[in-house]
């Protein structure tokens, strides 16, 4: 029965990703993102109803639009397999079938990913986060301070903590700074008010820890990058332009995010493990 959810939640996630894909395309271009009729953007045909088929459609249409053949972008499986696999695991993470109070973390669950799933793709996409989601997120931790708990067969609305309230402007101080510092030019600041969020919900020994792991993140990306640039060349099989030195943050930042969101894993519990197995 858990499995058989948590698949429902992942073929859920499918369908949400297949929406999001949709806001991600429409968003500030004045397109309704619930009306108007998907077309491919190549030779304007209007898509029927099976070429909308989440994940199903990409793959048998081996990634190409059916009337003009053209190679359909990566980012619309991408971001529907994304949002499957985290709507799997937030339902494996927080439901309790013996604590029905546990759908409000579920529910909670999907909305942040939806939100951070458009923001990260947004961010690829067009090298900015935008203010309707970062605020949007932001209001979200600001929610998740207040969330139920339930105590014996009460459910109570908890008050947060100072500790709390300050961890979302605290989490966010350094990448203000750096913003400020750097006049723009190092990091936008959209990825400061993203951190908003991430340290409400987080709090601030795991927010922090969320950071530290979107770098660690971000490095190791970098570095295939090089790696396979160098393979690349080596080999001689294509030529290669200059390395895009501007690669947006807002998706490592999220990656960071998830880890610890959804694992509990933070950078203290890293150092109590190597002091293990150090001593």
């Given at each position: 029965m858990?499995?058989?959810l948590?698949?429902i939640?992942?073929?859920?996630?499918f369908?949400?990703?297949?929406?999001?894909?949709v806001?991600?395309l429409?968003?500030h271009t004045?397109?309704?993102?619930?009306?108007g009729?998907?077309?491919c953007f190549?030779?304007?045909?209007?898509?029927?109803w099976?070429?909308?088929?989440p994940?199903?459609?990409?793959?048998?249409?081996?990634?190409?639009?059916r009337?003009?053949?053209?190679?359909l972008?990566?980012q619309?499986?991408?971001?529907?397999l994304?949002?499957g696999?985290?709507f799997?695991l937030?339902?494996f993470v927080?439901?309790?079938?013996?604590?029905?109070?546990?759908l409000?973390?579920?529910v909670f669950?999907?909305?942040?990913?939806?939100c951070?799933?458009?923001?990260?793709?947004?961010?690829?996409?067009h090298?900015?986060?935008?203010d309707?989601?970062t605020?949007?997120?932001?209001g979200?931790?600001?929610v998740s301070l207040?969330?139920?708990?339930l105590i014996?067969?009460?459910i109570l609305?908890q008050l947060?903590?100072w500790?709390a309230?300050?961890?979302?402007?605290?989490?966010a101080l350094?990448?203000?700074?750096?913003?400020?510092?750097?006049?723009?030019a190092?990091?936008?600041?959209?990825?400061?008010k993203?951190?908003?969020?991430?340290?409400?919900?987080?709090?601030l020994?795991?927010?922090f820890?969320?950071?530290?792991?979107s770098?660690?993140?971000?490095?190791?990306?970098?570095?295939?990058?090089l790696?396979?640039?160098?393979?690349?060349k080596?080999?001689?099989?294509k030529k290669?332009?200059a390395?895009?030195h501007?690669?947006?943050f807002g998706?490592?930042l999220i990656?960071g995010?998830?880890?610890?969101?959804?694992s509990g894993?933070t950078l203290?519990a890293?150092?109590?493990?190597w002091a293990g197995?150090l001593?």
């Amino acid at each position: 029965m858990s499995l058989f959810l948590i698949i429902i939640s992942i073929l859920f996630g499918f369908i949400v990703g297949s929406f999001l894909n949709v806001v991600v395309l429409r968003m500030h271009t004045g397109r309704s993102f619930v009306r108007g009729r998907s077309m491919c953007f190549t030779c304007n045909k209007g898509l029927n109803w099976f070429e909308l088929v989440p994940v199903l459609s990409f793959i048998f249409q081996k990634g190409k639009c059916r009337n003009c053949s053209v190679p359909l972008s990566i980012q619309y499986i991408a971001m529907e397999l994304v949002t499957g696999a985290l709507f799997g695991l937030v339902w494996f993470v927080f439901f309790d079938i013996s604590n029905l109070v546990s759908l409000v973390p579920v529910v909670f669950g999907w909305v942040v990913v939806s939100c951070l799933v458009v923001a990260g793709a947004y961010d690829k996409r067009h090298f900015i986060l935008p203010d309707e989601v970062t605020y949007f997120f932001a209001g979200l931790g600001i929610v998740s301070l207040f969330f139920p708990v339930l105590i014996g067969s009460d459910i109570l609305v908890q008050l947060p903590a100072w500790q709390a309230i300050i961890s979302g402007p605290v989490v966010a101080l350094p990448f203000a700074l750096v913003w400020w510092m750097s006049k723009g030019a190092w990091m936008g600041l959209g990825d400061a008010k993203l951190s908003l969020g991430i340290g409400w919900i987080l709090g601030l020994r795991a927010g922090f820890s969320a950071l530290v792991f979107s770098f660690w993140i971000g490095a190791f990306f970098v570095m295939l990058l090089l790696g396979y640039r160098l393979v690349v060349k080596y080999l001689g099989r294509k030529k290669l332009g200059a390395l895009d030195h501007h690669i947006p943050f807002g998706p490592f930042l999220i990656a960071g995010f998830f880890v610890v969101y959804l694992s509990g894993f933070t950078l203290y519990a890293l150092m109590m493990w190597w002091a293990g197995v150090l001593y």
